[in-house]
């Protein structure tokens, strides 16, 4: 059985369908250039379970088709502009995590600020977390973090501690903590901490699970040190729907669901002919030989990022350089691969080629600079007769022009928020 997916984000798309997809591969090829990639064909815990009911993930690519957003979205998109009306509130590029909880946006940035942006849900911005330094209440680095209990929590912090913010941004407590621990999640459905840390530790393991008070260590998915890794956050590897936690680790073929503590297996790709034979990477060198295969002809793996809610899960993969968007419909078990840009049916405005950011369960986006999607509104206004565009602009196609011509100034992005069917 083979595997593969992802997911993905570029800031600046330009304007041509077809050089947009050209920066599209740049992105990707630029991604597959970080870090070390590694081969991971089956660690896992001992204890983990497989029971009746595992959804098996079918991908034959010569079923791909253009699809539409209607098919997999529920039929309204929000429209969120972070807005950078000081420099306080002025984001960099790059974005690795945004979250929404309750009526805040939690915006992560680990290389450039080192920090988390704070906005109200309609995107005023409110405060920000910069604390770097080596004092008390201080980290000189972080990759992740979590909201537990109505307080923010870093993870993944340099010194080894856990750090305690309240939703404001103000610094509450630390604990130094002895065993290195990396990015992770809460999960509320059993009242647990689950961190990923990537290791090259014999007898170490990849998942560490804690209770709420740090305690009761339980631990997943050991080393093998027969095998070749790499460089991954894990910061994508748990994602949660509305009544579950799920875990996937990059080049494993296998989603798991975790419960009551175990991780169950409960879906799994099928890449058939189209998949990667992982030992053929394997035997590459580990310099430009292996990096040039990656980029260039490597066919489909699990690349660890992912969206699912109980009723479908989707994720992007790439074959040979081509990109398609995965959606797996956990209730008929069928598998659809769209391929190029998706068409907007549900307001007719923006179009993307996937999804990147997993915002709150069954909400999933994508983000565009707001100059970027003025863009594309003086483009489709270009193509219109000015009776239809005007009547678009003011009823189906309204946020999306009122956010357009809000934003059309500013470099920061304007949020792009889907609702999972």
Not at 30 to 42: A, E, K, Q
Not at 182 to 210: A, C, M
Not at 252 to 271: M, P, R
Request: hydrophobic content about 40%.
């Amino acid at each position: 059985m083979k595997l593969s997916l992802a997911t993905f984000s570029i800031a600046g798309l330009a304007k041509a369908p077809g050089l947009k997809f050209l920066l599209f591969l740049q992105y990707w090829l630029y991604v597959l250039l970080l870090g070390n990639f590694i081969i991971l064909s089956g660690a896992c815990n001992p204890k983990t379970e497989s029971v009746p009911g595992l959804e098996r993930i079918s991908v034959d690519l010569s079923e791909a088709r253009t699809g539409k957003l209607s098919e997999f979205f529920e039929p309204s998109i929000e429209y969120i502009w972070l807005e950078d009306d000081s420099q306080e509130a002025q984001l960099n590029a790059g974005l690795q995590k945004i979250l929404f909880y309750e009526d805040r946006i939690y915006t992560l940035d680990i290389f450039g600020c080192k920090c988390i942006h704070i906005f109200d849900k309609s995107g005023k911005f409110l405060s920000k977390i910069d604390a770097h330094g080596e004092g008390p209440g201080q980290y000189l680095d972080f990759d992740d973090f979590a909201v537990v209990d109505g307080e923010l929590i870093l993870l993944g912090v340099f010194p080894r501690k856990i750090m305690w913010f309240s939703l404001e941004g103000e610094f509450l407590r630390e604990l130094f903590f002895q065993e290195r621990v990396g990015p992770g999640i809460f999960s509320e459905f059993d009242q647990r901490f689950y961190l990923y840390t990537e290791t090259r530790d014999p007898g170490d393991y990849f998942v560490k699970s804690f209770n709420k008070s740090l305690q009761d260590t339980s631990k997943h998915f050991p080393y093998h040190p027969e095998r070749l890794y790499g460089n991954f956050s894990g910061r994508d590897f748990f994602q949660k729907s509305t009544e579950n936690l799920y875990f996937g680790m990059a080049y494993l073929d296998t989603i798991y669901q975790v419960d009551k503590g175990n991780f169950v297996a409960k879906l799994v790709f099928d890449f058939g002919k189209y998949g990667q034979d992982l030992d053929e990477i394997k035997r590459l060198d580990a310099g430009m030989e292996r990096v040039n295969f990656i980029n260039n002809r490597a066919k489909l793996y699990f690349r660890g990022q992912y969206h699912v809610s109980e009723k479908q899960l989707h994720s992007f993969i790439v074959y040979e350089k081509k990109a398609y968007n995965l959606f797996f419909d956990r209730r008929s078990q069928q598998t659809h691969l769209i391929e190029n840009l998706f068409t907007n049916d549900i307001d007719g405005g923006y179009e993307p080629y996937g999804i990147h950011y997993s915002l709150a369960p069954g909400q999933v986006g994508w983000r565009v600079p707001g100059r970027d999607l003025y863009k594309t509104l003086l483009e489709k206004k270009a193509h219109m007769e000015k009776a239809e565009f005007e009547n678009w602009a003011k009823n189906k196609g309204r946020n999306f022009a009122k956010t357009a011509l809000a934003a059309r100034h500013s470099e920061n992005p304007v949020l792009i928020v889907y609702t999972l069917k």
